[in-house]
């Protein structure tokens, strides 16, 4: 494999039809402007293989993806997160004192201005989203969100809502931060494939504030994050 694999990615999974990986913050999945894609660096990686794209992380978020490796399979996983049939499990941090430490955010999720989306009051294609609250040193806090939908930006539009955007979010924070990366990681991911269950988890691996020690203890005791008691959807 080529030196600079884990500069944007870490394999953690490789079966006869799809890859799990963790992908590094700020790794772009589309090239856009961009030379290269995370899927051009894959392709170069595993000659011959072919991988498809079956959700999406922006490109500041890290953690787990998965990638299909034909058309079949990115169909039935395709099918999978349509029917909300797939867990997927997010840790962040943010500075500041959230509208509410826990509980479920809820509504449509509009196109604002530049490229940017707003949290809407109305309910006509909601997207939902359940979190808990953890406290840490010099007003920050971690959050554990468990999102039902898969709506554009909704974990960090969620967070803005709340009143404390994501730590490094320079879309939906301030402009002007010391943060060394966004500080949203796709932690966890839990469905069942051909009839298996099937799970996957990776507590971040890059930035400082990630890897302090009173937050590894709050991550020691929210996984597995399925296990934690989540009260039903109404």
């Given at each position: 494999?080529?030196?600079?694999?884990?500069?944007?990615?870490?394999?953690?999974?490789?079966n006869?039809?799809?890859?799990?990986?963790?992908?590094?913050?700020?790794v772009?999945?589309?090239?856009?402007?961009?030379?290269?894609?995370?899927?051009?660096?894959l392709?170069?990686?595993?000659?011959g293989?072919?991988?498809?794209?079956?959700?999406?992380l922006?490109?500041a978020?890290?953690?787990?993806?998965?990638?299909?490796?034909?058309?079949?399979?990115?169909?039935e996983?395709?099918?999978?997160?349509?029917?909300?049939?797939?867990?997927?499990?997010?840790?962040?941090?943010?500075?500041?004192?959230?509208?509410?430490?826990?509980g479920?955010?809820i509504?449509d999720?509009?196109?604002?201005?530049?490229?940017?989306?707003?949290?809407?009051?109305t309910r006509?294609?909601?997207?939902?989203?359940?979190?808990?609250?953890?406290?840490?040193?010099?007003?920050?806090?971690?959050?554990?969100?468990?999102?039902?939908?898969?709506?554009?930006?909704?974990?960090?539009?969620?967070?803005?809502?709340?009143?404390v955007?994501i730590?490094?979010d320079?879309?939906?924070?301030?402009?002007?931060?010391?943060?060394?990366?966004?500080y949203?990681?796709?932690?966890?991911?839990?469905?069942?494939?051909?009839?298996?269950?099937?799970?996957?988890?990776?507590?971040?691996?890059?930035?400082?504030?990630?890897?302090d020690?009173?937050?590894?203890t709050?991550?020691?005791n929210?996984?597995?994050?399925?296990?934690?008691?989540?009260?039903?959807?109404?």
């Amino acid at each position: 494999m080529p030196e600079d694999r884990e500069l944007n990615y870490r394999l953690l999974e490789n079966n006869d039809e799809y890859l799990v990986i963790d992908k590094a913050p700020g790794v772009n999945l589309h090239r856009n402007q961009h030379a290269q894609s995370l899927v051009d660096v894959l392709h170069r990686d595993f000659p011959g293989e072919f991988f498809h794209l079956v959700h999406r992380l922006d490109d500041a978020t890290s953690g787990l993806m998965v990638l299909a490796k034909n058309p079949s399979v990115a169909a039935e996983f395709g099918d999978l997160f349509a029917n909300r049939e797939v867990e997927k499990f997010y840790f962040a941090l943010a500075k500041g004192k959230p509208m509410k430490k826990q509980g479920m955010v809820i509504g449509d999720i509009k196109k604002s201005r530049g490229g940017s989306y707003l949290l809407s009051r109305t309910r006509s294609n909601p997207s939902v989203t359940q979190f808990f609250s953890y406290v840490l040193e010099n007003g920050r806090r971690a959050y554990l969100l468990k999102p039902h939908t898969g709506k554009t930006h909704q974990l960090r539009v969620v967070m803005k809502s709340l009143g404390v955007p994501i730590t490094g979010d320079q879309r939906y924070g301030p402009s002007v931060q010391e943060a060394d990366r966004m500080y949203l990681h796709a932690m966890a991911l839990r469905f069942t494939f051909r009839g298996v269950e099937r799970n996957y988890m990776c507590a971040p691996q890059i930035g400082k504030d990630f890897l302090d020690g009173a937050l590894q203890t709050v991550l020691l005791n929210c996984t597995p994050p399925w296990d934690i008691k989540w009260p039903e959807l109404s």
